[in-house]
Each structure stands twice: as structure tokens, then as C-alpha cells.
């Protein structure tokens, strides 16, 4: 049986944090540098902030902004639930970078990454949504002083309710080592991959076809991967696989096709990744429903393959907001 965390099991205090740090005594003035969250354009970082409050404990700042080109609205007053897990990506480069003295230029292979979002906090309010989180990191791995892995948790608070929490984790790898592991695919120039038909934008909740990630195969419930590298938000600098988000997006994308509800919200996702997704060659989706809860939620499983092998899996939860009747119209 698949059960789903509870936003508060993962909170160290029953509080929110406190602390002296200038990002939360004189307000959101800044985002925290672009090349600290691996992000090439300033209007896709989401932290403004960060303070440590013990050896591997952190207050991290982040701003949800009312509007965006690609994580937009859900049913006209949500806040797409997979902000979280872009905002917690970006907190653990941000750590590994400013926290724990990884270089610039080492390379970060995420193998998991989950969260769990209250969907009745997330109705978007009169101005952007100003956040706390509380970041612990249970599992930290050195080679002598070098950080080679980081487990972490996140808390996600906004005026003082926990709205999500999450967590992820990766290992990173020095340049040189890098080079030697992925020589082949660093001298291959990637290309869209676009299969000639996207699904119906609105059978997985986009509005463009530019943003479906979703190619149909003839069967209800398994599609092969599209993408452009053009992409500004999936694709926000160049590199030499396909981003773990752009198969996060697909799990969601997935997940939602099989929802017979329009606007729901992807809920909880908890994702493991296996292998690079490689340029060059079909990524297989399949899904599978697990189960329906009391609330009229929806567990959907989705398996990537390539080549016959395990590149991710995901189990999603899906659920329709509580909100007004008039805003389905």
C-alpha cells in the first residue's frame, strides 16, 4: 500500500524559523546568485536568501511569483504544486555551493527527489507568495573535506504554515572526472526530440502544445517522450542529458492524462532516478494506476525507459483543488 507523507511529519519545530539573517530582517530585495541554483536566466531562480542555523541545518528564502510561463495556475487560483520541487532542486545546489564549498563547475546527478504539498495552502493571494524553509541534512558524504553527496529535507512555510515539505538527493562530481565519464555524449551537439504529434494540451493540463512533454503511442496509458531544447524553463542552459525536471514534468504530464478531472494538482511526488536520460534515443513512458483515496485522490505510478533500461519512476497523487464552482466555468 502506498501511503503519502503528512506536511508536518518532516518539521523540526512546530514554529517557524527564526533567525538574523539578512534575507529575513530587511525583506526580499534579491534573488541569491543565478550560478548557485544552476539556473542561466535570473527570472527562473526562486531563492532570495539563505543563513545557516547549525553545522547542517538551514533557513533558506523563496518567493513564488502570482505568474509564470510554464509553472502557471491550476484551475485559475493555485500554485502548481511543482514549484516545490523546482524551489527544493535549487536549494540543494544552492547549499552545495555556499554551504559546503562545492567549486563551480562540478557536475550534480540528483537520484531522488520528492514532496508533499497542502493543496488547500496553496490559492494564490494578493501578492507573491513570500516563503520560509527549514532545511536539515540528515546524510552528508566527504572525500576528505570535498563534498561528494547530500541527502536534505525541506520544510516549506508561508506566514508561518507549512504549505509543503520535500526533500531530494545527489551526488557531485569534480569536472576532470566528469569529462572522462561522459566524454562521448560532451562531443554530441543535443537536438530537439519531438515526435510529430504532442497529446491534446489540455488532456495533461497545459495550455501550448510547446509545453507538452507527451507523445501519444496508440495506448491509453503509455507515451514516448517529446522535448525542445528551445524550451526556456525546462531547458534553461545547454547540457548533455535530458533535466531530471523534464521527467518530473512528464510524470506529472502522465499522471494527470490519466485523471478523469480536469485542473488537479499533483499533489505528492516521489521520484527515483536510475540512469542518465540520454539525447538521441526514445524515452518510453508508461503508467499505472495504484489506487484512489478517501479524499478522491489518485496514485499513479510512471516508469521511464530507454534502450530497454530504468531511467526514472515516479509515483504521482493526484487531486482537485477546493475551490469556487464559478472558477471551473
Known sequence: MITTLEPTDRATTSTPVRCECPSHLDGLTTTVPR?????????????????????????????????????????????????????????GALLAHAAYDVPQGYQFLMWGLDYTAVADHLVIGGAPASLDLEVTCPDVRRRG??????????????????????????????PAVYRRLRAEQLAQRPAPGLPATPVVPSQVGRLSPFDVVLSPTGRPDAWQLRYDTRHPVLFDHPGDHLPGMVLLEAA????????????????????????????????????ERLGQGRDGSRLVRVTGTQDGETVFTAVVTTARPAVPLALWS
Open 35 to 91: 550560478q548557485l541554483v544552476h539556473r542561466a536566466a535570473v527570472a527562473e531562480v526562486f531563492l532570495t536568501g539563505w543563513c545557516r542555523l547549525a553545522e547542517d541545518r538551514f533557513h533558506v528564502r523563496a518567493q513564488w511569483p502570482r505568474g509564470h510561463s510554464f509553472f502557471t495556475p491550476i484551475a485559475g487560483s493555485h500554485y502548481d504544486p511543482m514549484l516545490v520541487a523546482e524551489t527544493v532542486r535549487q536549494v
Open 145 to 174: 573535506k570535498q563534498l561528494t553527496g547530500l541527502r536534505y529535507e525541506v520544510v516549506v512555510r508561508q506566514s508561518g504554515r507549512v504549505i509543503a515539505t520535500g526533500g531530494a538527493g545527489y551526488t557531485c562530481t569534480s
Open 252 to 287: 506529472r504530464q502522465a499522471a494527470v492524462a490519466l485523471s478523469p478531472e480536469r485542473g488537479v494538482l499533483p499533489v505528492t511526488v516521489d521520484s527515483s532516478y536510475h540512469r542518465y536520460a540520454e539525447f538521441g534515443s526514445p524515452v518510453l513512458l508508461g503508467a
